[in-house]
């Protein structure tokens, strides 16, 4: 399969400025021509009974006359099916009874086959700072995705009614409009702001997104694997963005301005960034040069061996992140993981030291809080040992605030104090990792990516901007140990009183694999940070070597928490566990005050 195609079967845009009101806007479209063409070379492929279907729809020679078929099905939304038999005007030499099963079966192939795919709604519409005038922007296009989604709803109940005579008791409300809408506009750049490649400025940059609730993606690939190499190269003039192909969505990462350009069939990647980062406003991108910028989907010729997954550049003061449009990468984790690899090369260029972190405000009791970092990779259990205080007696009355949820920066403030700030307001988490039911409590604001496989993950929206930006102090860093089992000799929590030792045990990145990535078993990786610290191993270790050794110096204790979740059999009770020794170890800090 050419890679530019790979995804034609499973994105769908909808043109999200017309208004919906007949159904021939949907059946004379392109885009339902190009679904059925679509569909039909899915059964060709299995081989299936159901091309039985088309058989009077071809000529002479075998082949498929598209158009007959399409005005077929126009007439069959009005009239019923053995009327159209009888009339003769289409060339079915099968019984009603016979062909009545097999278009039904069709239909309902062809329709779920439309449930299935990635579906998306877009408009242009000009952009209005007024808030009013945003607002009513959003409705139209609501309310035009409503029109659609029940158009849709009719025409399949119509077919539906006209192929068996008979109406259905059990009306099914299920979700087949866009999933995902945005609002779009072409904008005017400051001259100080642009880069050498015009396109950049030429395609839809999206203002506004509305979600259909539950939403659900499926990509190709369920895994991330390797590191994005740091080259020394220019690569700005060597490609072309289509502003057809194209839509570019402006992020705030922490505190960094990103665009994040993404080829059309990789949108439901960039729908996932919405739940993760804030949202930047056309105030800020059109007035203020990025700090980073990511292009998903470019033509993989552009690639060289070692960066077939991806690679990042940096040209004119700006760091680019660039990866290729192939299957192997369909996978929100390497969006995610380029956004922060981005965040990680530039704060070790501004001598702060990146975290593969999880920092909250836990506090114990209504009394004093504790600011807890948690370092570690993917799979070690930072997430879920937060989420497992929530599992927690309520008798403890422990809350907590997550600042960091994945990613995040250690500076020192004038006053010395250690400070740390977030990158994201959202989680990417593993549904198996979560308490049960947590997912599905926040169905209604989260994106699910492949919920049916291993590795099944949800974005969820949780912090607000202003608290993770913003920079708080702390109190403690633990380094999270998902591999040995908690005994005497190897209790919860541990604290470190020889720095050598901490720094180690930080610096060596040990965990058990979990599936999260493409390892398995006991795997090392320096300072648990994949994103730009590997990369960039010499700059990092003298910032970090500096900041270990003023957190001993201003008094911020390290240690070492067991959450035990890479040992088979503690996949909920090692986080929970975890979190009991954490909230006992801020009770014993308040009582000893």
């Known amino acids: 399969m050419e890679s530019k195609n790979i995804n034609l079967e499973r994105t769908a845009l909808i043109k999200g400025d017309l208004k919906f009101t007949n159904f021939g806007q949907i059946i004379k479209s392109t885009l339902f021509k190009k679904l059925v063409r679509t569909f039909i070379d899915e059964l060709t492929v299995k081989k299936s009974y159901l091309l039985q279907t088309l058989e009077p729809f071809k000529n002479g020679k075998g082949e498929f006359n598209e158009t007959a078929f399409i005005d077929f099905v126009y007439l069959l939304n009005i009239n019923s099916l053995d009327e ?90 299920l979700p087949s409009g866009a999933q995902v809408a945005f609002l779009t506009d072409k904008f005017e ?209 422990c809350d907590f605030d997550i600042l960091i949820d994945d990613m995040g920066s250690l500076h020192f403030n004038k006053e010395g104090e250690l400070m740390a700030v977030g990158t994201e307001i959202g989680a990417f988490v593993r549904l198996d990792d979560l308490q049960p039911g947590y997912a599905y409590s926040t169905m209604d604001r989260s994106i699910f990516m492949n919920p049916n496989i291993v590795n099944a993950r949800v974005i969820v929206p949780q912090m607000a901007y202003e608290e993770i930006s913003r920079s708080t102090r702390v109190d403690f860093v633990f380094y999270i140990n998902n591999y040995e089992e908690i005994s005497e000799s190897a209790p919860a929590i541990e604290l470190f009183n020889d720095l050598d030792q ?49 957190m001993q110096e201003t008094g911020v204790q390290i240690g070492m928490i067991r959450t035990q979740l890479g040992i088979p059999g503690y996949e909920q009770n090692g986080p929970f566990q975890a979190a009991q020794a954490l909230i006992q170890f801020i009770d014993m800090l308040n009582k000893s005050e």
């Open 189 to 397: 750049f400051d001259r100080g702001v642009k880069s050498k490649n015009d396109s950049l400025y030429k395609v839809p940059y999206v203002w506004e997104a509305i979600f259909e609730p539950p939403v659900i993606f499926y990509t190709q690939s369920s895994k991330r694997d390797g590191i994005f190499p740091v080259k020394d190269k220019r690569i700005l003039q060597k490609f072309y963005l289509d502003c057809d192909e194209w839509f570019a969505i402006p992020v705030k990462v922490g505190r960094l301005l990103s665009i994040v350009y993404v080829q059309k069939e990789f949108l439901a990647l960039g729908a996932g960034l919405f739940n993760l980062f804030e949202m930047a406003t056309p105030e800020e991108f059109t007035k203020q040069k990025p700090d980073a910028v990511v292009f998903f989907g470019l033509d993989g010729a552009l690639f060289e061996d070692d960066e077939k997954l991806g690679f990042v550049a940096k040209e004119d003061d700006v760091y680019y992140g660039l990866l290729p449009d192939t299957a192997e990468i369909d996978y929100f984790g390497y969006m995610k993981k380029m956004m922060l690899t981005l965040h990680n090369v530039i704060q070790i260029e501004k001598k702060a030291m990146p975290v593969h972190g999880a920092f909250a405000k836990i506090r114990v009791g209504g009394r004093k809080s504790a600011n807890i970092m948690l370092i570690g990779d993917s799979g070690a259990g930072k997430s879920e040992t937060l989420e497992a205080i929530n599992k927690l007696p309520k008798e403890l009355a």
């Open 502 to 550: 901490a720094y180690a045990v930080f610096s060596e990145g040990k965990r058990m694999a979990k599936g999260t990535t493409g390892e398995v078993g006991i795997t090392t990786t320096y300072f648990a940070n994949p994103f730009g610290a590997v990369q960039l191993k010499d700059e990092h270790e003298k910032i970090a070597k500096k900041t270990f050794k003023k």
């Open 84 to 173: 159209i038999i009888q009339s003769g005007y289409f060339d079915i030499q099968f019984t009603y009874e016979e062909y009545s099963q097999l278009f039904l079966g069709f239909l309902e192939g062809f329709y779920n086959y439309w449930r299935s795919i990635q579906r998306f709604m877009i408009k242009t519409d000009e952009y209005s700072p007024d808030e009013n005038t945003k607002r009513s922007k959003a409705y139209s296009l609501a309310s035009n995705n409503d029109a659609f989604k029940k158009m849709v709803l009719d025409l399949y109940r119509n077919i539906h009614f006209n192929v068996t005579g008979k109406s259905v008791s059990i009306y099914r409300q």
